[in-house]
């Protein structure tokens, strides 16, 4: 069988979806370190704070959005999944590196966006290291900076409170430190810019799928979830529609969803098994020379090596069959709210 790892970074990178929402939360983020820096940005220029207050609201909102991005996640979910329903019996290292690259790579977009930010605007980055400026370096003319209660006097810098015959100190301090806050933002970039490029020339030079092939996967996926969700939201309601009708003897429903359960009908429930063979993480693969795109073609193609797709499952798709009552323990009609007896089941 071949490698799984190239054909999952080429759809990791590939996918319009992907891009998509990952613009989208750089975005929103972008917009929020726009407001934070407005509204919520005040530095506390006392030395010995700032330091403090300057790396938090760098790196606070950051891990926060990180951690929230992999609670998020649909992949963390499917990584739990994967666990819980096949005990990784499948995950090797390869397959749990590219599952937990994929998960990180989604979950760096926001906190690296805010570092990105916060950096290029460079008010945080100032109000941190303004005290830690040497104040022999800094120079006004042929005027040098008064060296007493200097860490003090530069700590004021960032609220523009320090004297008024240090101004042009100040304006030096910030204008030094907010380059070199401006510099660490660009090469960040630029460092992620590179290993992105790298990643993708990997997949591009080692890839075994085509264009086409790759294209094909990406509109299957997409196309397979759609419908799953759609087809799964008219048998849950059928299935709801089906036990309420049971229990009150009728159902409200309106006219387009009494169609819809007229139309198609619940007819028994899935086990569990099922749902755990089409449940969890997934790593495209081919077996006897077909592709396998999702854990539910997978299972439809009954190709897995631990596949028991069996009889008994498949009757959990028709109707469960009802007991047979004798006539002497027919229920009386004229007493529907009693609760029934118990029912004696005839001998087949």
């Known amino acids: 069988m071949a490698n799984p790892s190239v054909p999952f970074l080429s759809f990791l990178f590939k996918s319009n979806n992907w891009v998509s929402l990952n613009g989208l939360v750089a975005l929103v983020t972008t917009s929020g370190q726009e407001l934070f820096s407005l509204f919520a940005f005040h530095c506390p220029c006392t030395p010995g704070l ?7 609201t760098t790196g606070g909102p950051a891990l926060v959005f990180f951690f929230i991005s992999i609670i998020l996640n649909n992949q963390t979910r499917n990584l739990v999944a994967e666990c819980r329903c096949h005990k990784t019996r499948k995950c090797s290292i390869i397959t749990t590196f590219l599952l937990l ?3 990180l790579v989604s979950a760096l977009v926001a906190p690296v966006t805010w570092l990105v930010i916060s950096l290029l605007r460079g008010e945080a980055y100032v109000c941190a290291f303004s005290e830690f400026v040497d104040p022999s370096s800094l ?19 960032p609220c523009m409170e320090g004297p008024a015959n240090l101004s042009d100190f100040q304006e030096e301090v910030n204008r030094r430190l907010k380059f070199e806050s401006q510099y660490l933002g660009w090469l960040f970039i630029l460092s992620m810019a590179s290993l992105l490029l790298l990643i993708k020339f990997f997949q591009s030079c080692c890839s075994k799928f085509g264009y086409r092939q790759e294209a094909y996967l990406t509109r299957y996926l997409a196309n397979e979830e759609q419908l799953f969700q759609r ?24 006219k387009e969803d009494e169609e819809l359960v007229a139309k198609f009908p619940e007819k028994g429930t899935h086990l569990k098994l099922q749902w755990d063979k089409i449940t969890g993480s997934y790593l495209f693969q081919e077996k006897l020379g077909i592709p396998l795109y999702s854990r539910l073609h997978e299972w439809v193609q009954g190709l897995s090596k631990n596949s028991s797709v069996n009889d008994t499952e498949m009757e959990t798709l028709l109707p469960h069959p009802e007991p047979k009552l004798s006539a002497s323990q027919t229920p009386d009609p004229s007493s529907p709210t009693l609760p029934p007896a118990p029912l004696a089941l005839e001998k087949e």
Do not use: Q
Not at 50 to 56: A, P, R, S, W
Not at 145 to 150: E, G, K, N, T, V
């Open 101 to 103: 690259h994929s998960i």
């Open 231 to 254: 087809t799964a939201e008219v048998r849950s309601l059928a299935m709801a529609a089906n036990n309420v009708k049971r229990f009150f003897g009728f159902v409200a429903l309106n």
């Open 50 to 56: 700032n330091i403090y207050y300057g790396l938090m």
């Open 139 to 157: 120079m006004a003319g042929d005027e040098s900076f008064p060296l007493s209660d200097a860490p003090w006097v530069l700590a004021r810098f």
